[in-house]
Every structure is written in structure tokens, then in C-alpha cells.
């Protein structure tokens, strides 16, 4: 597979609760690549916690930071980097993107609700007035048309487990990837 994707880096985008982290470090496994998590490397470079960034600096300057963290990745190449789930609302990390191949993680509201029913760590799940199925519509409603702009997108049912993602993943890359004409421009060559 590696002779196929050239060392072209995989960025995973998606809603949070899709599984992206879990997903990326075994993609990462079967590919040989190295893994990163954006949100963990925010934690790290910010000695915060994401909670905590958003409570004392606020969502902007948590977008400032993880589109840092993009630009310094995207210039990395046999990497699987999972995303924040808004990484894709700042224009500029587009740029970053396309340095890779963008997988969006798809998966059904019901099944994010699911998962994160008790998860008390996302800042933008923490709003008391909504109820947590209409938060993430709201939010999925902001961001599909962006996430659509992947080259590659997976359809996440409850009873995949993560391996089923990974092969699907690994099954599908190659219809995108039939020659280096569909490469990132600086991989062509």
C-alpha cells in the first residue's frame, strides 16, 4: 500500500466521537507511517487541556493553535494525522490538508450520541441548554459540506469495529489513487 500511496501523509477528518485517533493508530500500524493527533499535540504544546483552552483562551486561540500544529505536520510525509473535528472550518488549513490524502470518517448522529453520552471533555458538547443530539446536528449541519470536500469518505456503522474501518480504508484508497496524476502537487513529480 505504501508503494501506492508514495509516502503521501493521511489526514482523517470527521465528527468527534468517529473514532479518529483509534482508527489513525491502526492505519497508521498496517501503513508502517507514524501517527499524530492534533488534539493531543494542542495538549501538549499548550500544557492545557482542551477543556481548559477553551474555558481561559477561547475557541479562537484553540484554532490558532491546531492550525500550528497542521502546518508544522503537513510538511511530514508517511504520517496518519487525526484531526479535530473543526479543523476543517479554518480555510487556511485546507493548505495543509491537501499536502495528503483527506479521509472524512463519516458516522451517523445516533451513533455519536452514543458515544459521547457521558464524555464531559468536549468544550462544545458543554452547552446545558441543548440537548446532545441537537448540539451534534448542529454542528454536523455547519461542517458536512466541508467534510464532503475529502478525497475519500467512510461510512461508519455501529457495528464496525475499528479493524472493519482500517481494511475499508486500505480497500478504498486504491480507487483514488490509480496513478500520480491524483497526488498532492508536490508528489507528482
Known amino acids: 500500500m505504501d508503494d501506492l500511496l508514495k509516502g503521501v501523509s493521511v489526514f482523517l477528518i470527521g465528527m468527534m466521537g468517529t473514532g479518529k485517533t483509534t482508527v489513525g493508530q491502526l492505519l497508521a500500524q498496517r501503513l508502517g507511517y507514524h501517527f499524530f493527533d492534533t488534539d493531543g499535540l494542542i495538549v501538549k504544546v499548550t500544557q492545557k487541556s ?27 510525509k508517511k504520517s496518519v494525522i487525526a484531526t479535530g473535528g473543526g479543523a476543517v472550518l479554518k480555510s487556511e488549513n485546507w493548505g495543509y490538508l491537501h499536502h495528503g490524502l483527506i479521509i472524512w470518517l463519516d458516522s451517523p448522529i445516533s451513533l455519536l450520541c452514543q458515544r459521547l453520552q457521558e ?24 461542517r458536512r459540506g466541508l467534510y464532503a470536500q475529502g478525497d475519500l469518505q467512510i461510512s461508519i456503522k455501529p457495528h464496525h469495529a475499528p479493524e472493519d474501518i482500517v481494511a475499508k480504508i486500505l480497500e478504498r484508497i486504491p480507487t483514488i489513487l490509480k496513478s500520480s496524476a491524483n497526488l498532492p502537487d508536490h508528489e507528482a513529480n
Open 50 to 76: 482542551i477543556r481548559d483552552l477553551f474555558a481561559t483562551e477561547g475557541e479562537a486561540a484553540f484554532r490558532e493553535v491546531e492550525s500550528q500544529i497542521l502546518a508544522e505536520l503537513s510538511a511530514y
Open 119 to 142: 464524555d464531559q471533555t468536549r468544550p462544545l458538547l458543554q452547552d446545558t441548554e441543548t440537548d446532545l443530539e441537537a448540539r451534534l446536528d448542529a454542528l454536523m449541519d455547519e
